[in-house]
């Protein structure tokens, strides 16, 4: 058993303290004072940093309560302790949240090898969220077969602004994560090309019903319901209405596919590589491979457009697309 | 057998003639000179009017091929045939396509009584869409039993630029056009609001669930993959995009609360009602009269601020209502 759960009571550890991961400690935080069943404690590991002044970014934010590099001007609550050692970090932990850049986890992980109890719990935060300013948001716990494990994170993330819900369907949920990226493209080529919001519904349904019918395809386990839940849908239309996919697609359908997405990358995102053309390629290997190319036109199609074998109006064009439509309706 | 199936072809009238029923014709004559199922000439109903030039706007549309009032620009196609006299303009049709105002359809109908053949097929179209420039759009055709029937439907409007979806739900589509009106009050409250997209798409999230639990509720016979159709997911996106429910909603909110709908209305819309707020009250009171208030808080909450008895930012005070939420997940 952890040390942390000795007591009976979840000890909570952040790994990750920036603007998202110090959204999560004071949310979590605001939580465990309130829950019987965690200890009030919450520790972040800080990635340590000098600030100008000199001092150090975990010193100031234990005197100030604040992360003033990543998240000024919020409190994250008294009981939020920033640590900038890992291994103490995560010692008496029993409950693990990963909220480092993507890049680092692997490193991280390795560290952690043997440094971790036991019986400890882990939780992966992918997104960022606007709620550090208490806005309604939502967010989907996926679980494979121990639902008093996900109502626990389900108990330890919800607040008044934050819906949390727990959904036996990893793989439904992983999917959509990546594959709306994949539908931003297509929804910020219609942006581009100035075509109305009729014409972007209409592309994100598609989109939306590609997405579930591949990850039924690649997955029997995976729930139509799924997509009902924020995962699905509300991120589908929060990812299509903002979101850096949606920007630089519309970007390159302005430009009339005549700038590559990886000079448009490299101008609007200082380089990083787009994760919805990156999605878009691996999705199509894995149609080409399997022979389901004609099932999915329009994860077919922005691939095409992306690497400029298409133009971007091409998006639209379902016409030579319509049987093949109908044959993912049946999905 | 109607005239118009003698020799085994179907013969259209469209039943109105103002910008969507314009749009209807040129899109539906497109289709009747290409498919041999059909005659090629559509005739379409006018409302007789005398322009200001003292031509009367049939012999215009006649001569020139366009509704120079109501779709001025667009070539409607030379098979369609304007006819000021409903009687003369329905006889031999044996498929009826309705596009006039709601308000008209009573007195037609009454008109028509006795003087349609009495295999007649008809078809409602509700909404307008923006087709006419040829822009990818979609729409579900509802029916009951007889799928033949519905791909004839299917048949007569699909387009290039149009997809057309059959579906054996006319409840669900019915409840989808409807509800989608009050989650659009919602998601423009939330606009008023400025709270940003997480918040606007958890909104409309919520609002399509609480829409497919009320739906089933109300008909069982209602499926959950109709709200995968345009007519279900999409439809709500462009509504809660666009639309005059989601702008007159925002222009509460930004008033705080302190001018009435019946006031924005007036002023907005000169005069004419907003269908979400009807809607809601309309909601309202099945819920209240089955005791399911508390099972739907969305349209519970929109109807209670339409009337001034909570503000605006209710809309998005959910944490009481969490535990009646999960109650709607299970449906």
Not at 130 to 135: D, P
Not at 265 to 271: I, P, S, T, V, Y
Request: some cysteine; charged content about 25%.
């Amino acid at each position: 058993m952890a040390p942390g759960a000795v007591s009976g009571k979840s000890k909570v550890t952040i790994v990750g303290s920036g603007n998202w991961g110090s959204v999560a400690a004071k949310l979590i935080a605001s939580n465990t004072i309130k829950l019987h069943s965690f200890h009030d404690q919450v520790r972040m590991w800080v990635f340590e940093e000098t600030l100008p002044s000199g001092e150090k970014l975990s010193d100031v934010i234990n005197r100030t309560n604040e992360n003033v590099k990543y998240l000024p001007g919020i409190k994250l609550g008294k009981n939020v302790i920033a640590d900038p050692d890992l291994e103490n970090a995560v010692k008496d932990a029993n409950m693990l949240v990963f909220v480092t850049p993507h890049q680092f986890m692997d490193g991280i992980c390795k560290k952690l090898v043997g440094k971790v109890n036991k019986d400890v719990e882990a939780i992966s935060l992918i997104k960022g969220m606007e709620i550090a300013l208490e806005q309604l948001s939502e967010a989907t716990v996926g679980y494979r077969e121990n639902k008093d494990i996900a109502e626990n994170w389900v108990q330890l993330f919800t607040t008044p602004y934050f819906i949390v819900t727990a959904v036996q369907d990893v793989e439904g949920i992983e999917l959509c994560g990546t594959l709306k990226n994949v539908v931003a493209i297509a929804a910020g080529l219609v942006d581009g090309l100035e075509m109305g919001n009729n014409t972007k519904a209409a592309i994100m349904r598609i989109g939306l019903k590609e997405m579930k019918a591949l990850s039924k395809l690649l997955f029997s386990s995976v729930k139509d319901s799924t997509f009902f839940e924020s995962c699905g849908v509300a991120d589908l239309i929060t990812t299509c209405l903002g979101g850096r996919n949606r920007k630089v697609a519309e970007a390159f359908a302005k430009s009339g596919g005549k700038r590559s997405f990886d000079d448009l990358e490299a101008e609007m995102l200082q380089g990083q590589k787009l994760q919805g053309v990156l999605t878009a390629r691996e999705v199509y290997e894995v149609l080409s491979y399997r022979g389901w190319l004609e099932l999915f036109p329009l994860f077919a199609t922005v691939h095409e457009i992306s690497i400029g074998h298409l133009p971007p109006l091409a998006i639209v064009k379902y016409s030579e697309y319509k049987p093949r439509l109908s044959l993912v309706c049946k999905l």
